[in-house]
């Protein structure tokens, strides 16, 4: 099969999934969330950031070492596998013995025991990472879909049932393993590893150098997002953490839907062609313009509509979330262009050179976000995390024109014009909206239900008729999955 329609086919599977999962996910998020507490999501923030230290060294490393590598052999994945079942097990058995620390450090004795059961998902996720990255390696985007989407609606249905049974924290630790244990078998199943006993030592040290530089930049990623919950369990409550961590996890929903189908095909095809770079270049720079295309207007939408978005998906308890969340939502402009650099970069084998800047982005996020936010609450803190995002945005333009030369015109300006085109026409619709029903500080659910629908139909419609408004990348996208492979 051809680039082009390896990367169609897997980008038709792998949107299949992400949407499937979005609907998923929001259905879950809407329900848990009228179900249980904010403190039971200010318990679960903690949890999900210490053990989110631990999923870094399982997911960060090996795994994507396959796929970036171009020949590897069954001694390799056998390697590969054996280094993450070791890790695995290890973070387990620290993360077991020190949880009474962690629990002292933040005040309260449950996250003892939610760390200890929560961790067992670390071994679960050392099993199923080689198989997984596996199917990706090889553009079997529609078997690994298909296990996401079915392990995780047996994790959360089962946790809507918790919760509905008063478990409360309890419900959301359950579903993951549940959804985990699931996953495993299937990916086993699709994508099977013939073991070996004898120890490849040898194999897995070739892997190890470019995954130890995933390790350091998953672990840079993790600080700057989950890991921002460690900070703030010092400095809010539990109810006002629970706030931050729907708000921060409303906030990504849009952010994780792009880079899970863009950014997880396009790695496996640049590695692909890793010693091409024109045509290196060119799948960048189109996948740039593609996210940039579609997550100006997103933003736009999200930040107008924030309050209609609250209601819906989290009920009249949670008011508290609009303001944070329409700050944060500006993140998702800087986000997503973000990860597109950094494929391109980890596709080279360059990810030593990235290191540097997102941990320079770390330290700016932590000290920022941490110092607005003890001196002004959750607003000053979302307001620390967008300054962040755009300073990163920053570095990244000189770090990709350092690497790949050209010009910052070609590589940002004209990707980012097509989404501002897009986000300013979408802002004229929206506002005439608002102004025509006098809705300035007014949330009115059927009229925007009315308004989404007739926004769809007229992307319908331009799809149709008129697909150069979308601008030349969406516009690309658009002819060539009308193509046949």
Not at 144 to 158: K, R, W
């Amino acid at each position: 099969m051809s680039l082009s329609g390896k990367i169609k086919n897997a980008g038709k599977w792998q949107a299949l999934s992400v949407v499937s999962m979005n609907l998923i996910q929001l259905v879950y998020f809407a329900i848990m969330t009228r179900l249980l507490f904010k403190e039971d999501y200010g318990l679960m923030a903690v949890v999900n950031g210490i053990i989110g230290i631990g999923n870094i060294f399982i997911q960060g490393g090996m795994g994507s070492a396959l796929i970036q590598r171009k020949n590897i052999t069954h001694k390799h994945i056998n390697g590969a596998l054996q280094t993450s079942l070791l890790i695995g097990f290890s973070l387990y058995a620290l993360f077991y013995f020190f949880s009474p620390y962690v629990a002292s450090i933040y005040n309260d004795v449950r996250l003892d025991a939610l760390i200890k059961v929560a961790s067992l998902n670390l071994i679960l996720l050392s099993l199923n990472n080689i198989s997984l990255n596996l199917l990706f390696k090889n553009y079997s985007f529609k078997n690994a879909s298909l296990v996401n989407i079915v392990s995780n609606i047996l994790g959360y249905s089962l946790g809507v049932y918790l919760a509905l049974q008063d478990f409360g924290v309890w419900s959301l630790v359950i579903a993951t393993l549940v959804g985990s244990f699931f996953s495993t078998i299937a990916l086993f199943y699709f994508a099977p590893i013939k073991i070996s006993l004898k120890i490849h030592f040898k194999e897995a040290s070739e892997l190890f150098g470019f995954g130890s530089g995933m390790i350091l930049l998953s672990l840079s990623n993790f600080l700057s997002n989950r890991g921002l919950n460690l900070v703030f369990g010092k400095i809010f409550t539990q109810d006002v953490l629970g706030i931050y961590e729907r708000t921060s996890s409303l906030r990504t929903l849009p952010s994780r839907f792009i880079s899970n189908i863009i950014n997880k095909v396009m790695f496996p095809v640049m590695s692909e062609i890793q010693d091409e770079d024109k045509r290196l270049i060119e799948v960048y720079k189109f996948g740039l313009g593609l996210v940039n295309s579609i997550m100006l207007p997103t933003t736009v939408f999200l930040v107008f509509f924030s309050p209609e978005i609250v209601q819906i998906l989290m009920g009249p308890k949670w008011t508290d979330v609009v303001v944070p969340l329409q700050i944060m939502f500006l993140v998702l402009i800087f986000n997503n262009s973000g990860s597109m650099t950094d494929s391109v970069i980890r596709a080279k084998g360059l990810v030593y050179k990235n290191v540097s800047r997102k941990y320079i982005f770390t330290v700016i996020i932590i000290i920022l976000s941490g110092v607005l936010g003890y001196f002004f609450g959750i607003n000053g803190a979302a307001v620390g995390i967008v300054i962040s995002n755009f300073i990163n945005y920053l570095m990244m333009i000189f770090l990709v024109k350092k690497i790949f030369k050209g010009s910052i015109r070609e590589y940002f300006y004209q990707p980012l014009m097509a989404g501002i085109q897009l986000g300013f026409y979408l802002a004229i619709l929206i506002l005439a909206y608002k102004s025509i029903f006098g809705l300035w500080g007014e949330t009115n659910i059927l009229l925007f239900i009315v308004f989404v629908l007739g926004l769809l139909a007229i992307a319908m419609a331009l799809l149709k008729f008129k697909p150069s408004f979308f601008g030349i990348y969406l516009e690309r996208a658009i002819k060539n999955g009308l193509k046949r492979s």
